[in-house]
């Protein structure tokens, strides 16, 4: 796809095309896993499966694809027994919503035939719709394609499977745009710097909305999110975080240069293009100024945080201090020993009080206290006449 048609596109806020391929590790790795995966997306089999031919097959002929599939590649078949890689995987294509089923399967037929079966893919796939036989299904109409991950002519080697990566996954994406436009339906295949978005800033406001109110803290989100929008993982800039800064920031350069270009030329079309472009600029500075906001108060969260996990150890290790002072007893040893201990002296007062006012007589312990005590007073009363006496000489 060319240049001015992204641009076109991107100023129209055309919908951007959608391929997303399920990672390798949520993939079948043996031969009942595959099943569950022909079997999500075909509804039950209540929908037809279609292969890279153009054939459609229901269950009974899934099967013999699937041995067929086994003769390539060893499936492994035992329960609990898995393959060391993927034996399929998972590819999900989407349009917008409104958009022409009848469309929608002549690109992914075109496409498939372009990408998977061109280089010795087999593939099994189908197109989910909203309809009255399926009101479960969402608006936007997509496909689910599950693919051999071993080539047909392909042997048990690296080279023969399915690996794509991130600018394949671009290519693909392009491919499907530019064909999914000759069929009638109107998308586009930026990435998201140009589009002046990141993966993960609606998991960031999302944790930051959790942080700020206390009734939202238990949320349904999964492990996987919030492990990605931890305050800590977030308040750092890392060098990937940067480079796509500053890959924004020439975007948003390059928009408003060739849109101020644009405004210059005396075709009404490229002004309107000029027009459209500057307001996507527009659009991407608003936008970086509330991420950056957005940003510095996940710094505040993140120090907030750091806070209490400071208190929390400072608590732990006093609470470790008094289990080591008071091994055999429990945590509130301390202030039972304090308040004992207050108790005693309140009740030696009373009971000096009382013998002084002749209400009470002291025991024989504290008789003996007593006179040891006058022993030492007297004791130390002579050391210290010795002391002056030895001076004076």
Request: aromatic share 6%; with cysteine; charged share 35%.
């Amino acid at each position: 796809m060319s240049p001015e048609r992204k641009a076109d596109g991107l100023a129209e806020g055309m919908a951007e095309s959608f391929f997303k391929l399920i990672g390798a590790r949520k993939s079948p790795h043996n031969l009942q896993q595959l099943k569950d995966s022909l079997k999500y997306i075909s509804r039950d089999y209540d929908l037809k499966l279609e292969d890279e031919r153009g054939n459609l097959y229901g269950k009974a002929e899934v099967q013999k694809i699937l041995e067929h599939w086994q003769g390539i590649r060893d499936i492994p078949t035992k329960e609990g027994e898995k393959s060391s890689y993927a034996v399929s995987r998972h590819a999900i294509i989407s349009v917008p919503a409104g958009s022409d089923v009848d469309a929608l399967r002549d690109s992914v037929r075109e496409l498939a035939a372009e990408v998977f079966t061109s280089k010795g893919f087999e593939l099994f796939w189908t197109v989910h719709e909203h309809n009255d036989d399926h009101p479960n299904e969402p608006d936007h109409p997509h496909a689910h394609l599950i693919i051999n991950a071993m080539s047909r002519a392909g042997k048990p080697c690296k080279s023969s499977r399915l690996n794509l990566r991130k600018a394949d996954l671009q290519h693909i994406r392009e491919r499907f745009a530019f064909i999914a436009r000759e069929h009638g339906i109107e998308l586009n295949a930026t990435s998201r710097t140009v589009r002046g978005q990141h993966g993960a800033e609606h998991l960031k406001e999302k944790m930051f909305k959790q942080n700020d109110r206390p009734d939202m803290q238990n949320s349904q989100t999964t492990e996987r999110e919030q492990e990605k929008t931890r305050p800590n993982d977030h308040s750092k800039s890392t060098k990937r975080r940067q480079r796509a800064y500053l890959a924004r920031d020439e975007v948003i350069a390059n928009c408003r240069e060739w849109g101020e270009t644009l405004l210059k030329s005396t075709d009404p079309a490229d002004k309107k293009r000029g027009a459209q472009l500057l307001a996507h600029a527009d659009r991407m500075e608003r936008q970086r100024e509330a991420e950056l906001k957005l940003d510095r108060d996940l710094q505040k969260v993140s120090e907030q945080e750091k806070g209490k996990e400071q208190n929390e150890r400072t608590t732990k290790a006093t609470s470790s201090r008094s289990a080591l002072k008071y091994p055999q007893q429990d945590q509130n040893t301390k202030h039972n020993d304090n308040a004992r201990t207050r108790e005693a002296i309140r009740k030696r007062k009373a009971h000096e009080r009382d013998i002084r006012e002749g209400r009470a007589t002291y025991t024989e312990g504290e008789l003996k206290k007593q006179r040891y005590a006058q022993y030492i007073r007297e004791k130390r009363e002579r050391a210290r006449r010795q002391q002056d006496q030895e001076l004076q000489r």
